[in-house]
């Protein structure tokens, strides 16, 4: 017997989503996916069928009101799998939930508890979690009897040593959860999932992954696991993004709220939704932009995304105590060969020589056969991952 998941991943201002079909001893096969891009402004909605092709198109209608806009989203895409191919909707659903805190690290059945107790962190990812439960109380409502699944982008990380974890604070503060815990761990677990595939034997070295997309970060792996990673409490942390600062001194934090006399709801929304490539550059947190564009502003930004991956890097590489590989991934890494040139040439003292051909071609091995560390291009897929870990636990 086939059983059919939904798989979410409810963003800031999109909403992604996947259906596979789940059956026992194979992996989940993909049906239909699609996404819901640019709420808050002008939604549209797309699904591809299992083969790519086209099914639906279509510009939802917008409210200016980005919550609003999410709640009209998601039932626009249950009334678009509840047509002919899921006539009584999936039998289950599964969600990529951003924070985890220290009380989930691993997938589990969604409850009232639960849903209760993912509200506690939505200080720590205010631009995913809310949106995150958004989508777990609408599916509730839409088909309460459906069974629901939450997978944790923190999850990942727990392999991580103690020191790894802690901030130097008072173990009070430490016992309130004010730690380090990681994020895209999703997208890590998926490429951990397929570097023997690529790699072979050296899948269990030392790897650096660079997750670069509108988020972005770095993750450590030995033997396939989470060492070290550049985010920390809240995704705010490590690698300059495409709104938000990464890595910042607390105490400019501080001296904007003390000195400078903003409120901390305006120095969050400065952060994270105002600084980064868009900050830097005054002109796109989009990486395509500020490629194409000419202005020097735009070359300014780059140079900073691409200092903070150079300078984060080489702290990844100590904690390893070397380097066997380097795996770019998510829409910027899969996409943009500058980047990953650039970000090559500063890691040549790594022993990684760029195939230029290859980089720019977007092959998987974008690095020479004499290369010391080897260089990899290789496609994320977060939502294969939630369907395998769904199946996991549905027990099928």
Known sequence: MKTSL???????????????????????????????????????LVVHDRLGGCMTQRVLQPTGDLAADHAG?????????????????PHAVAHRVVHGGSAFARPLRVTPDVLAQLQHFVPLAPLHQPHCLAALRATAARWPDVPQIACFDTAFHATRSPVEQAYALPQPLQDAGVRRYGFHGLSYEYIAGVLPLHLGALAGGRVVVAHLGNGASLCAMRGRKSVATTMGMTPLDGLVMGTRCGRIDPGAVLHLIRGLGMTPDEVQTLLYEHSGLLGASGISGDMRVLEASTEPAARFAIDLYVHAITRELGSMVALLGGLDALVFTAGVGEHSAQIRERVCRDAAWLGIELSAGANDAGETRISTPRSRASAWVIPTH???????QASALLEI
Do not use: Y
Request: charged residues 15%; hydrophobic residues 45%; negative net charge.
């Open 6 to 44: 939904l798989v979410i991943n409810a963003g800031s201002s999109s909403i992604r989503f996947a259906q596979f079909e789940l059956a026992s001893g194979v992996q989940p096969v993909r049906g239909m996916q699609g996404h819901i891009e640019g709420l808050g402004r002008a939604p549209q």
């Open 73 to 89: 989203a998601l039932a626009a895409l249950f009334d678009c799998i509840a047509g002919p191919e899921w006539p009584d909707g």
């Open 382 to 388: 977060e939502a294969r991952v939630i369907a395998q």
